[in-house]
T-cell receptor, first 112, second 113 residues
Framework: GESVGLHLPTLSVQEGDNSIINCAYS??????FIWYKQESGKGPQFIID?????DKRQGQRVTVLLNKTVKHLSLQIAATQPGDSAVYFC???????????FGTGTRLLVSP | DAGVIQSPRHEVTEMGQEVTLRCKPI?????LFWYRQTMMRGLELLIY????????DSGMPEDRFSAKMPNASFSTLKIQPSEPRDSAVYFC???????????FGPGTRLLVL
């Protein structure tokens, strides 16, 4: 029979555009969130994190926004470059638990 | 710091053989996690340790899989006997506390023929 893999949502942008990748989380008790970038053939790489007592955090070319009211997390990448092409995962740490819960990921494709 | 170290990076074996994957966490990290990643199922947590003690092994697929952490700087994930459906990329990750970032190793790409 035909095999079916995970269907990753894909965001296609042009080089130089700003990218926004979204993630919905399910547990209102989650208190810590991380964004990871995974390039082909590599392990997930930490990009930026945010704690639940914050609603925004900025890094180099990246910004994470946290909206606890609607349980939504977003990653904004400014001036997207071809090297940003990867799968991006959000992860939440549910309060009182020791392990992260990962989203299924979003594929970002950047065209030159 | 060298980061999380995994070996081997690639492993090709035949069905029925024993496979041992190795991981060295970042020094000072009290939590160690083993994940499996496939196209079909994405990233799955298999087991994690805190201070060398297994805390949650509910993700281990079956008795053919076992994991140990004899000391704070070394862990193994063993598959015996291996089957073709075990083919995947296996990641080890570590973190200092639940409120800090978790870092992944480069992974071991396993192919069981």
């Amino acid at each position: 029979g035909e095999s079916v893999g995970l269907h990753l949502p894909t965001l296609s942008v042009q080089e130089g555009d700003n990218s926004i990748i979204n993630c919905a989380y399910s547990n209102s008790a989650s208190d810590y969130f991380i964004w990871y970038k995974q390039e082909s053939g590599k392990g997930p790489q930490f990009i930026i994190d945010i704690r639940s007592n914050m609603d925004k955090r900025q890094g180099q070319r990246v910004t994470v926004l946290l909206n606890k009211t609607v349980k939504h997390l977003s990653l904004q990448i400014a001036a997207t470059q071809p090297g940003d092409s990867a799968v991006y995962f959000c992860a939440e740490n549910r309060g009182g638990f020791q392990k992260l819960v990962f989203g299924t990921g979003t594929r970002l494709l950047v065209s030159p | 710091d060298a980061g999380v170290i995994q070996s081997p990076r690639h492993e090709v074996t035949e069905m029925g053989q024993e496979v041992t994957l190795r991981c060295k966490p970042i020094s000072g990290h009290d939590y160690l996690f083993w994940y499996r990643q496939t196209m079909m199922r994405g990233l799955e947590l298999l087991i994690y340790f805190n201070n060398n003690v297994p805390i949650d092994d509910s993700g281990m697929p079956e008795d053919r899989f076992s994991a140990k952490m004899p000391n704070a700087s070394f862990s193994t994930l063993k598959i015996q006997p291996s089957e073709p459906r075990d083919s995947a990329v296996y990641f080890c990750a570590s973190r200092r506390t639940p409120q800090e970032t978790q870092y992944f190793g480069p992974g071991t790409r396993l192919l069981v023929l």
